[in-house]
T-cell receptor
Framework: DQQVKQNSPSLSVQEGRISILNCDYT??????FLWYKKYPAEGPTFLIS?????DKNEDGRFTVFLNKSAKHLSLHIVPSQPGDSAVYFC????????????FGQGTELSVKP | AAGVIQSPRHLIKEKRETATLKCYPI?????VYWYQQGPGQDPQFLIS???????DKGSIPDRFSAQQFSDYHSELNMSSLELGDSALYFC??????????????FGPGTRLTVL
């Protein structure tokens, strides 16, 4: 049972435009959500996170939006740059479950010059 | 800044052999997590340790064991290796203090190939 889902395996965006990566979850007990970026042969790199008590968190070009009623979150990257091309994983955790991360399947973002 | 260190980066073993993967967390991080990522899959949680005690256990086979030592480094021991154990194994660390208690920072991973 996939508790965190990223339904788009890939996304292609033109440089300078906005990239929007989506993530849905089923477990209403999740209280913390994170986005990771991963290059081949490297470990996931932490990008940005959001607590369930917030609906938006912004860090430079990256903004994460959380819609708890829809159990949906999204990562906005603006403006997109070719160096952003990577696989993006959405992850969720539940405080009472020791902080382990439940990952989505990942979305491969390609930013074209 | 210091990151999570994993060794070895690559490991090739035969079926039924044993393997030991090591993880050195970011200094002052007290929690270590192990994840397994199969080909084309998302990382799956295996086991975690907080202050040298096992804190949670996921889909880790009985053939695998792990521990966290007094210097906070952790080792994942894998015995009776099977072909299906071939995967990337990631270690992540976090600090239990402050608000970012579950912002986990990942190491580069160990690629285990079982022949």
């Amino acid at each position: 049972d996939q508790q965190v889902k990223q339904n788009s395996p890939s996304l292609s965006v033109q440089e300078g435009r906005i990239s929007i990566l989506n993530c849905d979850y089923t477990n209403s007990m999740f209280d913390y959500f994170l986005w990771y970026k991963k290059y081949p042969a490297e470990g996931p790199t932490f990008l940005i996170s959001i607590s369930s008590i917030k609906d938006k968190n912004e860090d430079g070009r990256f903004t994460v939006f959380l819609n708890k009623s829809a159990k949906h979150l999204s990562l906005h990257i603006v403006p997109s740059q070719p160096g952003d091309s990577a696989v993006y994983f959405c992850a969720a955790s539940e405080y009472n479950q020791g902080g382990k991360l439940i990952f989505g399947q990942g979305t491969e973002l390609s930013v074209k010059p | 800044a210091a990151g999570v260190i994993q060794s070895p980066r690559h490991l090739i073993k035969e079926k039924r052999e044993t393997a030991t993967l090591k993880c050195y967390p970011i200094p002052r991080h007290d929690t270590v997590y192990w994840y397994q990522q199969g080909p084309g899959q998302d990382p799956q949680f295996l086991i975690s340790f907080y202050e040298k005690m096992q804190s949670d256990k996921g889909s880790i086979p009985d053939r695998f064991s792990a521990q966290q030592f007094s210097d906070y480094h952790s080792e994942l021991n894998m015995s009776s290796l099977e072909l299906g154990d071939s995967a990337l194994y990631f270690c992540a660390s976090s600090s239990s203090s402050g608000r970012a208690y579950n912002e986990q920072f990942f190491g580069p991973g160990t690629r285990l190939t079982v022949l």
